[in-house]
């Protein structure tokens, strides 16, 4: 190389294109300024080389970084979606249990306002029955004890009335125990 860059200085020299001045041929540090400075351009070459390959690695870590922030705020935006559907869900299926929990309170409202009309009409049922038991229970007996009277206080001796006043009596005794049976059978039923 040495050689080389000797042959081009002579040329350079030889045409005049150098000033002698500047440049001595027969200067012990001639050759050492050329080997510096084609060191120096080497070293120049090799800081430009080092330079840009410290540029591509600031551009590929701001690629990667970038890269890396799409798929973070991907994976967030998916995360917020998630977690809202599973929000709203949850949401949508209290909702739905807070109304299914309303509605059979209402049934249950219903039901017990029906339950207590039926009792309602049960004790009044049975009131009735019970006055209208006794109501025909004693006329049935002021019947009975009527025809009772009549035999004891009048002799009566025809027979075919005694007869029919013994019906009478068996009558309203067998009207009255039916009775007696009906309301049993009335308040069992209710």
Do not use: W
């Not at 030889?14 to 351009?41: G, M």
């Not at 390959?53 to 798929?71: D, F, G, P």
């Not at 125990?177 to 309301?183: D, G």
């Amino acid at each position: 190389m040495k050689l080389f860059l000797f042959f081009v200085v002579c040329f350079l020299f030889k045409f005049n294109l150098i000033n002698r001045d500047v440049y001595k041929l027969n200067s012990p540090t001639f050759f050492y300024e050329i080997n510096n400075n084609q060191e120096s351009l080497e070293k120049t070459d090799l800081l430009e080389k080092e330079k840009q390959i410290l540029i591509n690695r600031v551009e590929l870590a701001t690629q990667k970084r970038y890269k890396e922030y799409k798929k973070f705020t991907l994976y967030t935006i998916l995360l917020v979606i998630v977690v809202l559907s599973l929000v709203g869900y949850l949401l949508y299926n209290l909702q739905q249990q807070k109304n299914k929990q309303l509605r059979l309170s209402n049934k249950l409202k219903e039901t017990l306002k029906s339950l207590e009309m039926q009792n309602k009409f049960q004790e009044q049922h049975l009131i009735l029955s019970k006055k209208m038991y006794a109501n025909v229970e004693t006329n049935l007996s002021c019947i009975m004890s009527s025809i009772e009277s009549l035999k004891c206080e009048f002799s009566i001796q025809d027979k075919t009335l005694l007869k029919q006043l013994n019906k009478i009596h068996l009558f309203t005794d067998k009207t009255m125990k039916e009775l007696q049976n009906t309301i049993l059978t009335m308040n069992k039923g209710v």
